[in-house]
């Protein structure tokens, strides 16, 4: 499916519950006590009759799609829940590759962002309330990205894949990625601020 196709039929969406469309679909949000945690992506990629995918390569041969939960505070505005993943960082393929053949670019240069709000744990309601395209196509936060690609990659040659944390990067930061303390793998997460500027809200 071609981009274009999708951010229309997506935009279609805005506004409707994604809980209801999980059931509509069979896709399941709990199972026992264990909440499925990519429901809401996998509920987009059924509508659009897509295959349910994590590979490192784009989803759809040539685009990204990443799905985000926001959150209401107190006083009603609208800002971003947490850290959205990107990619998985693979040492070897991250210490090899430039930024420019990187999957951390790749995955950045076309992406379609959509934003859920997250109401509560129990997840009974979630409303899709934004669809945005992405393409890193800003100079400023381009050369930004780059920076923490390096300043990674320079992390593990120097000192070793284990020192990456998650106190580095300025709009991505490389840090663990798993179930609980001590998990070996990492990857690539846009800060919440990034996230915000690729959906066009105001950072808050």
Partial sequence: MERDDAIRRLKELEGTDLVQLARKYNVTIWKGDKKNKGWAGHVLERYLGLPINSAQSPNF?????????????????ITVKETMAITMIDPYNVDNTPFEQSH?????????V????????EEERSL???VATFDLNDRDLYEQVKRDYEETRNCIRTRGFEHL??????????????AG????????????????KMLGMEKG
Avoid at 165 to 178: D, E, I, N, S, Y
Avoid at 181 to 196: C, D, L, M, P
Wanted: glycine share 8%; with cysteine.
């Fill in 104 to 112: 951390l670019l790749s995955k950045l240069q076309k992406a379609v």
């Fill in 128 to 130: 899709l309330l934004r």
């Fill in 114 to 121: 959509c934003a859920r709000l997250f109401e509560s744990q």
């Fill in 61 to 77: 041969g040539s685009w990204e799609l990443k799905i985000v939960p926001l959150k209401r505070l107190a006083n009603g505005t």
């Fill in 165 to 178: 944390t998650g106190a580095m990067g300025v709009l991505v930061q490389p840090r663990t990625k798993g």
């Fill in 181 to 196: 303390h001590g998990s070996t793998s990492r990857a690539f997460y846009a800060r919440k601020q990034f996230v915000a």
